[in-house]
């Protein structure tokens, strides 16, 4: 091995770091806002604002994103309420950001944050049955 390709070899490496460094300056920040723990203080979801869309984050794992602050704070309070539900005791923290974004959202649809977090609960209940695809399951007996 000569000393030149060895040369080479470093500044290339040094050449990827540095680009790798300048991506992730460049690279939108990303902004916590709640979290869901359990009483280990493990972490079993979380929501994030990354380019102006909240990010809901489940298991580690993305289970999803939208524009609207009032949908994810409800999924998340959602998934607190399940975990509540399995006798799975949890701890649920959010930003003030987003508590006071999603209540705006809620007002301009002429609701306060409980009601709007009931509607979508009833819009994630009806998902699995018949709406929107013009059929009607038979009924059951």
Do not use: C, F
């Amino acid at each position: 091995m000569s000393i030149q390709s060895k040369a080479r070899r470093e500044a290339k490496k040094r050449k990827a770091e540095k680009a790798r460094n300048l991506a992730r300056a460049n690279a939108p920040a990303v902004e916590p806002h709640a979290e869901l723990r359990n009483p280990q203080g493990e972490l079993l979801a979380g929501i994030v604002r990354r380019a102006g869309v909240w990010v809901l984050g489940l298991h580690g794992r993305i289970a999803g994103s939208s524009d609207s602050a009032a949908e994810v704070l409800a999924m998340i309070k959602r998934a607190a309420a399940l975990h509540e539900a399995e006798g799975q005791p949890v701890r649920l923290a959010y930003s003030d950001e987003l508590r006071d974004t999603a209540e705006l959202e809620a007002a301009a649809q002429g609701l306060s944050l409980e009601a709007y977090e009931k509607k979508l609960e009833a819009e994630m209940k009806g998902e699995g049955g018949s709406e929107g695809d013009g059929k009607e399951e038979p009924p059951v007996a």
